[in-house]
């Protein structure tokens, strides 16, 4: 190992006890759930969105709500309904009569944490103004154009067994988010231990452990985790197997209508890094590629109706291409 990356990983090791701090806060209030707190923290760390799939009631409100609270953040919740209008969300202009002029009410994506709960219930209008500022991180009000608190992440539920009167989200707004999670019901353990947790007199909750600034100095050192070229022509061999399967003996023939994007290329990546960053590593490894791909990939594969009608699921796609890839 080169000088330059034992010091790196030095510097990830220092730091990784903020996201350890973060993490530990956490879980005085969340039980189990050890999947999505990382994948939140990788979303924080790399400024990246998720959309979050799984049946109601699995705390997915609460870990939002506690994360903010950990790190001393603004949050809010926008329970997404078919009669949303755009401005619910971004804000709008007040007309002050005393002063004869416009006042600007910013809306409730102006937060650190915001959670879109069931994203796929309000309309195509309000869906695209909550992409729009996702990708933009600014908001414009008649003539001016505010930016969005940072850190800023959007964390969107949908319910995966339930899509009477939804509208769901298209291909190319999906894109937009930079990992999707499938979250399943707790062991009986863990749930046990949420009975007598929540059952009491008084509820845990999170106290401020870290602060933003804190977060945005492990970003820093995020960034100087080493990434090798070989590790980088392994990701781009991934990405280009979900478009040209033939090319890497993958027979995914009738089955694959698109393969990922160059955001997915650089999604992985970022990912991969922040992963390695929570394994206390200063450099990334096939592990780290392997252990973040389905997430960064299942949503954005479109698969075919004859995939649909075989029930091959996206994961089952992203298994094949991940089987079929040499590793470096």
């Known amino acids: 190992m080169s000088q330059d990356v034992q010091s790196v990983t030095e510097w990830v090791q220092r730091e990784s006890e903020v996201i350890e701090r973060l993490l530990a806060e956490t879980r005085k209030v969340i039980v189990g759930q050890r999947y999505l707190l990382e994948r939140m923290m990788i979303g924080l760390l790399t400024r990246g969105h ?30 997404f309904t078919p009669d949303l209008l755009p401005a619910d969300l971004t804000g709008t202009l007040i007309y002050n009569q005393k002063e004869g002029s416009f006042v600007a009410r910013k809306g409730p994506l102006f937060a650190n944490f915001v959670l879109a709960d069931e994203v796929n219930r309000a309309p195509a209008k309000v869906q695209s103004a909550l992409l729009e500022a996702m990708q933009e991180r600014q908001v ?8 969005l608190p940072t850190p800023f992440i959007v964390l969107a539920t949908q319910n995966p067994i339930e899509q009477e009167g939804t509208y769901p989200l298209p291909e190319a707004q999906l894109d937009r988010f930079m990992l999707k999670l499938k979250l399943d019901y707790p062991t009986p353990e863990e749930e046990r231990e949420i009975l007598d947790r929540m059952s009491g007199s008084r509820e845990p909750r999170a106290e401020a452990v870290v602060s933003t600034d804190d977060i945005e100095r492990v970003r820093e050192a995020m960034h100087a985790i080493y990434v090798d070229d070989r590790i980088r022509d392994y ?22 209508q698109y393969g990922a994007s160059p955001r997915a290329t ?21 592990e780290d590629v392997k252990a973040i791909g389905a997430d960064v990939l299942r949503h954005r594969l479109v698969l075919s109706f004859e995939a649909e009608a075989e029930s091959i699921t996206a994961d089952q796609v992203v298994q094949r291409v991940f089987d079929a890839v040499e590793v470096p």
């Open 235 to 256: 990701v781009v061999r991934l990405i280009h197997a979900t478009r040209e399967p033939k090319e890497y003996q993958l027979d995914l023939e009738g089955l694959l």
């Open 140 to 147: 414009t009000l008649g003539d001016t154009t505010y930016p």
């Open 50 to 79: 998720l959309l979050l799939e799984g049946v109601p009631g699995l705390a997915k409100t609460l870990a939002v709500s506690t994360m903010a609270s950990a790190v001393q953040a603004s949050f809010q919740r926008v329970q």
């Open 266 to 286: 650089l999604c992985l990546v970022a990912a991969a890094r922040a992963h390695a960053l929570l394994k206390g590593r200063g450099f990334v490894t096939p």
